[in-house]
């Protein structure tokens, strides 16, 4: 059994787009500010807090979900993907990027790190969806610049259809 | 939107568990998915001493599938129910609600049990354990007990769990012979709570005639109820029994008042509703009684 | 390079953005990414629960004990520190970005603590104790108009703190000339855009010299500056506004931030460090800025064939507690485009500007169109109604003809391109009209509800900062001084390794300024857009900026490009004189091409544009005679029509004005309320397109916010003036599924008025898509009565004749009478009845037995009776975890013995604070039964209100009902001083408290 004391930082270590990386938290500490102010990864924006507009979607251990609702302690040891881990190395942007950036399927950018994030996912687990699937999905996000049309678009033209 | 200093406690063991409930009580809040939880925590609308977290059960994680149950642990979550072959052959009317349940990037992380122990009175998943006369199961640190959903529900957000107890197991009743299963519900917008929400399962004689009926409301009342068709028994399943039963049945129930609905449009939603869930679920006993 | 070489144009291209790989790779820096200076603190604001009270006493002395805190600012504090910000309206407001004296909306600023983190700062906020004394609050605008009601601002007198009247040409005339007089007045509802990200900023006092610098998102207009100046009491250089790289969208929501920097400014120099403070969701959706609700009216006099001969407006503008700058400009933004597409001349504006317990308003997409567009576009629909002219034709006949531009409005804007009715005949082709006009007979004729709606606009952009002195009458205007202008700037330059900057001053919050700025200066330089860098943030101590700088009313494409577009000609220029002189031919026969200078014809006599850039610097000796070294060219443009108001109120609003036509096909289901949007078309006249992508990317954007606004999205208040919508889960944003299809037209009519032809876009259909499918639902309806926006609830009813009221709303609906005095009138209703196991006597006797209360009153801890008729009492209610400990009073009225009471109750305590009103009738059923009736009038405020609106209902009733099982209990049990009912009872509900 762990237990931490509300005021005891921890260490806490996790691996990061496949990288192993450790910060301080007490058990309060979010996860979103954990990766953000801790880790310095501030790729994954937060907008809500409390777990409605999906911009802070990352994958943890496999899973598209919510960073703002979860404490960096419940992490240690998992294994997280981000937004800084889509592109290659060398920063070509992926097939879904590409699309996002041909499509002009993002505006200011701010919830498209969560939309990534999840359509990741969904693409791995839905290969082939349909608009109505993909209008599904992004039901979990907010956007309010794009109206949604291109991130639709983009996610398809990335499946390959 | 920071949540107050807790002590986080995370049990390898339901025995750990169990020592940490009979220590903190009331003062402990039981943290699976964290959906619903995390954000009442964020906002310190709910501020525990101790966050027990008990996603380490890993035995708390099984579907089993029964002769005549399903038994889901606590820590089931809502897309593993959903994208299982046995909850969707075994417990259909519980598939048919999940793809309703939050979203995607939700249903990944949220729990069956979690879902149960918050008690949103629109939430689709309490609805449909109700609805099939499943069981609760929880444990605490003297005993375990089980209680049926439909007495486990008091109110909203408020159920029949006591401060050191939690919820280890849901049970949900098997597809039977002749059995139909319907579900809908509409909401202000996708993935949302629903206003009402409405779930059906009916039991139908090689006659055409009704032999056993549940019909499940959520968003209607302060928690999901089931309403009193008994009178209905016999009667055959026809759409135009559907309508009078949902007729009758929206003229019995005390709906709530939000912000998104007043109580003439939640009965208003039981009737439409009502009327073709059962029409629906008439048809696929039908179906399931010619397959038979 | 080959000589072969085809010249690109880069503008018009559909050029994907340079903005989008660093955010599609975690890579661009939003304000919370930055630190920009060493040593900050982190800062929480205490916020108001309370919508208007007076405030007695704050005790911070337990908030200051808790380690970590660095310091904590109130009201007194900041009075001490700063002067008011000024304000556009000549009335006696002293608007503090804090509280000094009283609180007058939920979520106003009461004290500021600053620690080593936010979670620190949070703890900290919750221990600080004000005492307030509350005032009668409304958030109602009619209501605060009410010749008794209770003030917001005692010096102004009254609740309306503006009042004009404008006449263009002879309004009387044409109504009394008129064969058909139609009138409207409806409620618009208080929506946002609710940007992603929310305001941001860290603010830093240095001294030796003293200078404030705050780095923000804030988007401008840079005239808030000088108010900013103004409160601070510091010239302008010391006071540096640094933009951050990127900005997670605005919409005009983040102009409203000004207040904050003020204080957070403040706050670092009383306290001796750099802040920051980053707004969360919750005070973003209760505190920041939104659209103003109104309640308009507006009279359309037609004549029989369907002329629109005059227009009288009437609006009634809820601008908040405060006129915040730039307010009243949200009612003044479309005035001088007041006749909209029409050749109307005749027009009568009346405006008042309301205060009212609610949040102070502020820029929002469409900027005061949504609402002028409703009455404007819904009476030209009734009016077609009314004289049996199709609502396209009724348009058809008013239009301004294409021939008239550039066309001089009556109230003084100049239309400078258009071809309205070409729009309108694109958008009936691609909607299929006809066609769609037989399938609503069909749908009707089947029953079903189907309605087409549609409204035409035109888009002012890129604003005169003058035409808010309108608020002004032509006599202060002329005492005050002049005001014109909306100056663009703009700098190219190349450095010595022969790279191209551009500096746009633009703020932008995700509309491709980067991408636009670098296709135009490439086009000017031989370029490609990759090769060009383009710096859009603000630094007021490094740019070349002004008032007007900054990202609102769409001015990027109407005026900001104009001024790259002129520094990147004058760079080209330079270039090109430099080359002539290297290659030795005429400066005329340069041409800029693939990188390279070249003479024209003779690609093969080419110098590369770098060289010839990096020659400024390297080797000024061997320019052409007189010309100055280094390349750093940098416009400031104001376009001529932006010229003060004249003497009759007339003024040029805007320098482009572009055009949108929405049509809109639904179909009401009678059963549920639910609306289908069948078709919707939306054709948009942009002058030149200078990317498409982004041009798009605008089109959709603006059509969802409209959609919102029509279907989904309001900040409801509550009768007591408490806010209902204070999370993402009651503040429905519109998603993927609700957004159907969209179909775009296009057509171009070039603008005079922009070096590039274009005209300034991005508003689009958050204008129109209200109004249109308003238009819609009234068509399928069959009434003009139609109310934003259309939840399912409200379908249904208006589908079926029936009343509704949104649960707490605090409008009352359009057609109620006069409304009555202003009080805190709570928006929780409800009544019930109980019968008791006892004599009427003897219920009465235990009803008004402070033990028996003690006992039953659910969570109660500690009742203590104060007076015979007062009772004070401390329970503690938990329902799911959400435990709280309040105070409460409770006094009997109006006590008829054995009979009646009235009881009037109040709680507070840390989740927030309750007060309400019941009255108990007892009735005798026989001696061992009485029936108790009740009705209650509940009012909550605070944060149950605004994050748990949900839950209130039925939470009311779940005490309720535990109150009076609780009675009934201790009635059976016989034994009025046996405390163990109670405390059975107690344990029961805290066992249900999760």
Redesign the interface.
Known sequence: MLRIKPDQKQRVTLVVNGTEVSGFA?P??LLTDFL?HELG??????????G??G?CTIIIDGVATRSCLRYAVQCEGMELK???G??DRD?T?NTL?KA?????A????????GI?MSATKFLQENPKPDRED???M??G????????????RAILQASGQ | ??P??FEYCRPDTMEETMELLAEFG?DA?IISGGLSLG??LN??????VALIDINHLSELADIEIGDANATTGALVRQATAMNSPGVVSGVPLLAKALPWTGHYQTRSRGTLGGSV???D?SAEIPLILVTLGGVVKLQSPGAARDVPAREFF??????D???DEMITELTWPLRRDNTGYAFEE?A??????A?TAVAAEVVVANDGDIIDLSLGLGGVE?RPIVANTSAFLGKPATEETAREIAEMVAETIDP???????A??RR??VR?LGARVLSAAFVDATAATEVA | MSGKETIERWVGARY??K????????????I??MEPVAGIRHAAILRSEHPHARIISIDTSKAEALPGVRGIITGADIAQTIAPIPSAVRVPIKFYPIAIDKVRYVGEPVAVVVAEN??IA??AV?LIEPVYEELPATADPETAMAENASLLHDDVGSNIVHHRTFRYGDPETAFERADKIVRLSWRYPRYA?????TYGLVANFESQPDRYTIWSNFQGPFILHALMTGALGVPGNRLRLITSP??????GIKQAMFPYMVLLAASSRILGCPVKWIE???EHLTASSSAADRADGVEAAFASDGELLGLKFDNIVNVGAFVRAPEPASVYRMHSASNGCYSVRNIAVENRLVVTNTTPIGLNRGYGGPQFYYALERVMDAGAKELSIDPAEIRRRNFIRAEEFPYKAPAGATYDAGDYEAGLEQALELAEYEDLKLAREQARANGKLFGIGMAAGVEPSGSNMAYVTLAQTPEERAKAGGRSGGLGTATVSVDPSGSVTAKTVSTP????HQTVAAQVVADALGMRPDQIDVITEVDTLTSAWSLASGNYANRFSAVVIGAIADAAEKVAKKIKLIAAENLEVAPEDIELVGGNAQVVGVPEKALPVRRVAAQTHWHPAGLPKAMEPGLFETTIMNPEMLDAPDDQDRVGSAVTFGYVFDLAAIEIDR????IEIKKYVSVHDVGNVLNE??V??QI??????GLAGAL?EEF?YDAGANP??G????Y????????PE?TIGHFNTPSPHNALGAKGMGDGSSMLAPTAIANAAADALGTFDVELPL???KN??AANG?P?Q???AAKAKVGDGPREALASKGGLNGEGSVELSASPADVWKLLLDPETLAAVVPGCDKLTQVSEDSFTAEVTIG?????GVYNARIDLRDKVEGESVRLIGKASGA?GFGQGEGSVVLERIDDNCTRISYNYNANVGG??AT?????????T??LISQFFRGFDRRLKSGNANDKSSGSIFRRLF?????
């Open positions: 007490e309060r500490l953000r990864m501030y790729g994954t924006h937060v907008g809500c807090e409390h409605v507009c911009a981000t937004v800084e889509l592109a920063g942007l990027q996002f950036n041909e499509n002009g993002l505006q200011c950018g701010f919830c498209t790190a990534l993909v209008r599904d992004l039901s996000h907010i956007c309010r610049c794009t109206g949604y049309e291109q991130i639709v | 939107m920071k107050v200093a009331s809040s954000a009442m906002m310190r609308l709910v501020r525990p122990a918050h008690a009175p008091h109110g909203l957000l408020t159920t769990r006591r401060a509409l202000q917008r996708h993935g949302d709570f206003i302060d709530m008042i939000d912000l998104q609905a007043n003439d449009y208003q939603l439409v | 994907p953005r903005e989008d790989a660093a955010l599609l790779t975690g890579n661009a820096r939003f919370d990414d936010r979670y949070e703890d919750e855009s609710t940007p992603m990200e990127h900005s997670g969208g605005s919409f969360d969701r919750l919050a995700g509309q491709g059963e549920t309320g639910e992508i982004v798009e990317g959709y954007g603006g059509f969802a916010h989904l409801v209902q919508a999370t993402f889960a009651d429905l944003c519109i998603t993927a599924p609700e957004v969209l939840t399912l609830n249904w009813a029936l509704y949104r649960a707490g329902v799911a975890g959400i435990k989740l944060k149950v994050v748990g609106q949900r839950m209130l209902g039925t939470v009733k779940l805290a066992r249900r408290a999760r």
